[in-house]
DNA sequence: TCGCGATTAATGTATAGACAAATCTACCAT
DNA sequence: ATGGTAGATTTGTCTATACATTAATCGCGA
């Protein structure tokens, strides 16, 4: 058996509704027609139709039946790997210049910074990416001390990049990034060598494990030499 | 039963290997040893590891046995949920203006454009998005009219917005949006009421159906009255 | 006609068992 | 030591069956 039946069973839908055969709204098959067709047992239909579920290609209602889902475009999968992989996948030289960093209590008046801290300190940093030796991006990057204890310890952090020191030391399980376009500030075109006023693409990126905060970082990228590409399959 | 055992089991799973307590490389029990701990069918532990494998939080081998997945921190969920709809949800009112519209063969000199008509000719068309009577982007896209044939008879195309009349006309399958930052033209500083060389965020898309190309779009949005927001969860 | 309860058709969950496929381990012959 | 082969273990697939759950529908009575 090269091919399970319930993978052949779920890729025949999947073509007939990609190709637009089956059109959103559209009934497929009952179980028990479809095992008369493909000859096999029920768990082996239902199998392959669950996938399809879970893919959200197709809706299941009881006693309703099954159909093909209305396409919910409202959702893709971003491609955002970490910028020294990014870097050095398009033939480039990465880099890490750091500008500096503190340990320091959050600012009583920043509720944001009162949270990601919660209870304890962060830490502070700033630096360069660059690529080939020319800055690329400038990150400012807050810690949780209290989530990311070795942080003190920590005299490589800056060697690689602290991005992925913290992917490598503390893995998160959820994130929100906001990308938005701004002008340079005097002193962010001054680092990153570029004319003030210049337009830059801003990444912002919150990230917890669990329920506790971990990082917020921001990186100012040179809008001219840098894009994010997204790449999208079927739903979700 | 108001949870399903297998979900139970996955959920069980799921909130382990994100809380960190199963760190990535460990060992996953058996499923003998599962249907034991849990009482149930074999059926049941492998549907629940069934779905943490497709979700990609496990890797199984034969003998080997079940191991939490090593994360692969490259892509993340982004929320690109259409104009229209965005802009409703943050309560402002959304129009669409027209700037102009035109049936025309691809330039024999462009390569995508020819890749996209495939054959036949190009829609053309300009507009801008409008929140409570403000631009906030500027959409230049290209229609393939072999692919969306229905595109003459379109009157309704852009008293709504052209990208929610061709979702709902002609789903896609897949999709490469480029995200990045630039200044504004004369002319796009013109038509969004922004001072020149404003920064402005740049995103293109490119979708198809199968392997026919659909359309193209440029959408240029106002600097800072927009930004994207991408979330990222576990599970899918 | 309008509700309301019973029927019933569909999916959802679970069981117990069988065999296939992959691959790790241990042993055996060279 | 080396290489190959024969188990043994674990996952992968599939079957046949059972009962639960949901909701569309039908029939009945007011």
New binding site residues.
Partial sequence: ?RQ?????IRSDFEARILSGELAPGDR?????DL?QHY??????V??A??AL?SAGLID???????FVARPRMHSMVLDVPDLPSQIRERGQVYAYFPIGHRLRPPAPSRDDEMRLAGGGDLFELEGLHLADDIPLALEYRLISVLAVPDIGDATDIEAISPGSWLLKHVPWTEAETRISALEATAEEARLLRIPQRSACLCVERRTWRGSDRITYVRQVFVGNSYDLVARFGATR
Avoid at 4 to 8: A, D, I, N, S, V
Avoid at 28 to 32: A, M, R, T, V
Avoid at 60 to 66: D, E, F, I, Q, W
């Fill in positions: 058996m399970p039946l319930h993978e052949r497929i098959p009952i179980e028990q095992m000859g096999c047992a029920r768990m082996t239902n199998k139709l669950s579920l299941r209602r009881k006693r309703a039946g099954t």
